[in-house]
T-cell receptor
């Protein structure tokens, strides 16, 4: 089965700093999804990437999928306390419409 | 408002008891899913259903059961056979079928604690 490795596991950044979270797949990614989770709550969809080299942005968050479609990065510019939470990458499974998920990256933004 | 509703949000259970977690959606989605989340483990798929009256096992189905008698409902029963049931359970849905975009819509989760 496909495994998704996320790095780093956790991150503490000062407000206003930029940061990057990585997601690496053991297999070619045909659909890569980024979600955010506030502690103890459900997941909120951020972005989906499908094509090699694709890049999408929403507010201060940019996600990229590399040309080989095995690695994705999530970049946050000028972080704010509202960015704190767990970021998870997900990828299409071979069966059904369910997703496999990485273990998540826990982000804390300090004043 | 359209969305997914999970209940209860918190649940305590004694060992040896079965418990059922509710998941209801009014998004008219065909596909529904149950995931389990443990600290440091990420989300693991328990069961999924692509259409009414049909469901398949995910990666960790042992000790769990589901039903899909109605399109909007996908309850999960945690049986006494589940060795480590204490966890955060997340229900999700997606459009499914030929129009599926891949995006999953999640409920707020149910936290089960076995005493």
């Amino acid at each position: 089965s496909q495994e998704l490795e996320q790095s780093p596991q956790s991150l503490i950044v000062q407000e206003g700093k930029n940061l990057t979270i990585n997601c690496t797949s053991s297999k070619t990614l045909y659909g890569l999804y980024w979600y955010k989770q506030k502690y103890g709550e459900g997941l909120i969809f951020l972005m989906m990437l499908q094509k090699g080299g694709e890049e999408k942005s929403h507010e201060k968050i940019t996600a990229k999928l590399d040309e080989k479609k095995q690695q994705s990065s999530l970049h946050i510019t000028a972080s704010q306390p509202s960015h704190a939470g767990i970021y998870l990458c997900g990828a299409d499974r071979n069966s059904g419409y369910a997703l496999n998920f990485g273990k998540g990256t826990s982000l804390l933004v300090t004043p | 408002d359209g969305g997914i509703t999970q209940s209860p949000k918190y649940l305590f259970r004694k060992e040896g008891q079965n418990v059922t977690l509710s998941c209801e959606q009014n998004l008219n989605h065909d596909a529904m899913y149950w995931y389990r989340q443990d600290p440091g483990q990420g989300l693991r798929l328990i069961y999924y259903s692509q259409i009414v009256n049909d469901f398949q096992k995910g990666d960790i189905a042992e000790g769990y059961s589901v039903s899909r008698e109605k399109k909007e409902s996908f309850p999960l029963t945690v049986t006494s056979a589940q060795k480590n049931p204490t966890a955060f359970y997340l229900c999700a849905s997606s459009i499914g079928g030929t129009q599926n975009t891949g995006e999953l819509f999640f409920g707020e989760g149910s936290r089960l604690t076995v005493l």
